[in-house]
């Protein structure tokens, strides 16, 4: 019996077309390959050319086909044409340059390159052009570089173009292409002159040489009076596109020029006028006009300064603003945004048209247009812009509003003329944009608002106004108004009595009544509806607890409210109940000093946290912390800061000094003073400080003063110190030393502990531009643990971009690192890049810290990586 031979290639093509599924076709694949196979193995030579064309078909499917490279590379070899070009066309679809099996065929590349055939020659070129590795690029580039030369347009075309991969896979070949390169810049055959530009363009890019070498005036000005040749070209059928001529040409000349102009006065003033002819010429109603002159603008924005062109590119760019195309406008987009550096007054002409393109209906657009506008706000223009901005959130699609508030956010806070019409602005994105603000906007606002002690009554009238709503609309103000809720709960809270008695009226409000029963309405609402999370409903409780002094009628109806929480779910809200009404019901005499206002939040403080430059606590405490239920450690020193703050987490931690807790606490002067000779300091075993101070269960300290004394705001500060000195706490073993003053239970005040010895400073890591610095620190009570604060300084003058330090150590060690306070690196040392590690010794007391890093970073777009290895550890870590 025979063997099965394959039958014609459409054949095949119609069995495979014909397969219903996936594996019917994988059988007829099969079967084309047995066949192949079959006939490689006889050499079968009729057939070879067949078999080749088949294999490019099941490889476009996406099966393997490395079987048949040699045969490939057999057809190559074969005298005729047409086994030749078949052989070619697999060789550039079957093989790429990483592959072995091409080392092969360098041989008979060079013999063909130098055949007599131009046609097999433009084989052999268009081959080489697009799979030519490093090493057949250094032996075949002479061949190029003659045929450079050859007598045949179209082989000097294709020639050209394999020159461009040949300078690509190895620059140093670029200058013996220079001279070659500079003769087709005289060509009349627009396609060799087209390859010659662009053989030119990636000859600057890698030779410093070839480019101060076409940047002399006799280069330059060839290439000037081709490009104003061709613009005042008269029509021609063979390269006219929508009444152009050659627009492709244009853009080649262009990019040139664009490259050769960069950084150089004299060749930029050579083409001024060719491009102020271009810019001024082209028509802009057709897709070929309007690319020359996107690339004429480009240009124009890149060679050196000269104010009248630059003001008509970016006249062009607000055209494309008018256009109806998406993608040209988008273009014109980015193009404005590198603009901006340039001349920023010339693109703040076209702001109106900015603007609309923000409410544009193409998203990409929309956000495009929304970081151009932002980058041209000012002081000046904050107003119109912030405006306009605002008036668009309120229709503008979901998925857009997070990005416009976070815009708009950041120009009110960095650009306010006054606080005033900051909070009118913020009040206004917390309505609009609902639960689209992120927390630390209205964090931020609420630092504002404590720091404008004039506008404390404005602000409350207007956020209750702004929250005074129907009972139709309460379900979606709590569901999409969080933000704005919360900041008016806390101003209800710490300025209600404002509210009420109408203080600090100003002459643009209007006149509003509020009753004490009005305010704790809003508060009621906001804690008992079903829709409010646990945060708002904790800052309801606090403002319900101050308001209960504050508001001495409404105390019973607030404590009725607080009460209401104390079987809740969750935990938070269970432990402030029971505490707040146990304040309200046992301890009024302290309950108005417990609850005063808030003292002014610092915004310097705030503001650098949210850039990262300070901690997320500030605490000169040295004692141990606290470990809470929901795994936020805070010092034990501090047991009413959840008590009497929005979010603890986010202040500043009092001292563990009981005197600066004390002072904080009941607004006394509580600080170190000199005690008079011969008075009693000791007090009674068992009896503790906020026992004292607070009158709660204990007999009163043998002193000349009573604890209701201290905290009478009648009396004399000096006699409150000097009983607050001589008193201590009780050693423990007496139980009412544990006892809260809101009959909880707190820890034994902490003592102080010792953070171990201090280690010097080292310089982990050097180089020509970049320096490492390593400071140590241990956390008490843990010898083998080492905290490591990284420091990275930049001396070089440019900024490295996309930084990262990776580190790694040996089994005995553990390393942790935290995330580093950013990713871009100053210049000249003019600022740093901080990341804390954590490394956990096995073997301490043993084996000695060792480190091997890494850094990587990005020069000029440039990716550079750094590693070392550090040995100079400081013993007994």
């Known amino acids: 019996m025979g063997r099965w031979r394959s039958p014609f290639f459409a054949d095949m093509i119609r069995s495979i077309r014909a397969c219903k599924t996936a594996a019917e076709e994988r059988a007829v694949v099969r079967k084309e390959c047995a066949a192949i196979r079959a006939a490689i193995n006889e050499n079968d030579q009729d057939y070879r050319h067949r078999n080749l064309a088949k294999l490019m078909f099941i490889h476009m499917l996406g099966y393997p086909t490395h079987f048949g490279q040699m045969e490939c590379l057999k057809s190559i070899a074969s005298a005729g044409f047409p086994e030749k070009r078949i052989g070619y066309l ?50 075949l580039a002479p061949e190029v570089e003659r045929l450079l030369q050859f007598r045949d347009p179209n082989i000097r075309k294709k020639a050209a173009l394999c020159s461009i991969r040949i300078i690509k896979k190895v620059p140093d070949l670029a200058e013996n292409f220079i001279n070659p390169a500079a003769a087709l810049l005289k060509e009349k055959h627009h396609g060799v002159l087209i390859t010659g530009i662009q053989l030119v363009t990636d000859i600057c890019k890698v030779s410093t040489e070839a480019l101060e070498f076409f940047r002399k005036p006799k280069c330059l000005d060839g290439l000037v009076k081709t490009l104003r040749d061709v613009v005042n070209s008269p029509y021609a059928p063979e390269y006219d596109i929508a009444g152009i001529t050659d627009p492709f040409l244009h853009i080649r000349l262009l990019k040139l020029l664009h490259v050769l102009g960069q950084g150089d006065a004299d060749a930029s003033d050579c083409m001024n006028d060719i491009l102020a002819q271009v810019a001024t010429k082209t028509e802009s109603n057709k897709n070929a006009g309007n690319a020359i002159l996107y690339e004429c603008v480009e240009t124009i924005m890149s060679i050196e300064d000269n104010g009248g062109l630059r003001v008509l590119a970016i006249n062009i760019l607000g055209r494309f603003l008018s256009n109806r195309d998406n993608n040209i406008r988008y273009v014109a987009l980015n193009m404005l945004m590198k603009a901006i550096t340039v001349d920023a007054q010339a693109v703040q002409r076209h702001r109106a048209t900015i603007l609309e393109c923000v409410k544009d209906l193409d998203a990409s657009i929309r956000k495009r247009a929304l970081e151009l506008v932002y980058l041209l706000v000012n002081e000046s223009n904050v107003k119109p812009l912030t405006k306009e901005l605002i008036d668009y959130l309120e229709i503008s699609d979901q998925e857009f509003k997070g990005d416009l508030t976070a815009k708009i956010c950041s120009m009110v806070e960095k650009f306010s003329p006054d606080k005033i019409w900051y909070i009118d602005q913020m009040l206004k994105v917390l309505s609009e944009a609902g639960n689209f603000v992120k927390d630390e906007v209205w964090h931020a606002l609420i630092v504002v608002i404590s720091n404008a002690s004039d506008l404390h009554g404005y602000t409350v009238r207007a956020l209750y106004r702004a929250v005074q709503t129907s009972i139709e609309q309460i379900v979606l103000m709590f569901l999409h108004q969080e933000s704005l809720v919360r900041v008016a709960i806390w101003c209800i809270g710490e300025y209600g009595d404002m509210l009420v008695n109408n203080v600090g009226v100003l002459n643009i409000e209007d006149p509003i009544t509020v009753t004490e029963s009005d305010a704790v309405d809003v508060v009621e609402i906001a804690i008992k509806h079903h829709s409010s999370d646990i945060t708002t409903k904790a800052m309801a409780m606090v403002a319900l607890l101050k308001l209960s002094s504050r508001f001495p009628s409404c105390s019973e109806r607030i404590r009725d409210i607080i009460v209401q929480n104390k079987g809740s779910l969750v935990l938070e809200l269970q432990q402030r109940s029971i505490e707040f009404n146990s304040i309200v019901e046992k301890h009024q005499n302290i309950r108005s000093t417990l609850v005063e206002r808030m003292p002014v939040l610092d915004e310097a403080t705030f503001s650098g946290r949210r850039a990262g430059s300070l901690p997320a606590t500030v605490s000169t405490s040295s004692g141990t912390s606290l470990n809470l239920p929901n795994g936020v450690a805070k010092p034990a020193a501090a047991p009413l800061v959840d008590l009497l703050d929005l979010s603890s987490d986010d202040a500043p931690v009092p001292s563990s000094s009981g005197n600066d807790f004390l002072q904080d606490l009941l607004g006394v002067d509580v600080s170190p003073a000199s005690v008079q000779p011969g008075t009693s300091q000791a007090p009674k075993a068992g009896t503790d400080v ?188």
């Open 690 to 877: 906020l026992l004292d101070l607070l009158s709660i269960g204990s007999p009163p300290v043998q002193n000349n003063s009573t604890p209701s004394d201290i905290l009478s705001s009648s009396q004399d500060n000096k006699s409150s110190v000097a009983i607050l000195d001589g008193l201590s706490p009780a050693p423990s073993g007496g139980a009412a030393s544990m006892i809260d003053l809101l009959d909880g239970f707190v820890p034994n005040s902490p003592k102080p502990e010792d953070n171990g010895p201090a280690y010097p400073s080292i310089v982990a890591f050097e180089s020509s531009s970049l320096i490492l610095t390593f400071n140590f620190s241990k956390p008490p009570g843990n010898p083998q643990t080492t905290l490591i604060q990284a420091t990275f300084t930049n001396l070089s003058p440019n900024v490295y971009t996309d930084f990262v330090f990776q580190a790694a150590v040996p089994k005995f060690l553990q390393l942790h690192l935290d995330p580093a306070s950013g990713n871009t690196l100053p210049a000249s040392g003019n600022g740093s890049i901080t990341q804390t590690l954590r490394v956990t010794n096995s073997q301490h007391g043993k084996k000695p810290l060792v480190m091997r890093t890494r850094i990587a970073y990005k020069l000029n777009n440039r990716d550079v990586l750094e590693e070392g290895q550090i040995n100079n550890f400081p013993r007994d870590l």
């Open 90 to 139: 697999g060789l550039m679809l079957l093989l790429d340059e990483r592959q072995e099996v091409l080392m092969l065929v360098t041989n008979s590349l060079k013999q063909d390159l130098n055949h007599t055939n131009q046609y097999i020659v433009g084989l052999a070129l268009c081959a080489l052009g697009n799979i030519c590795s490093a090493e057949m690029a250094r032996d």
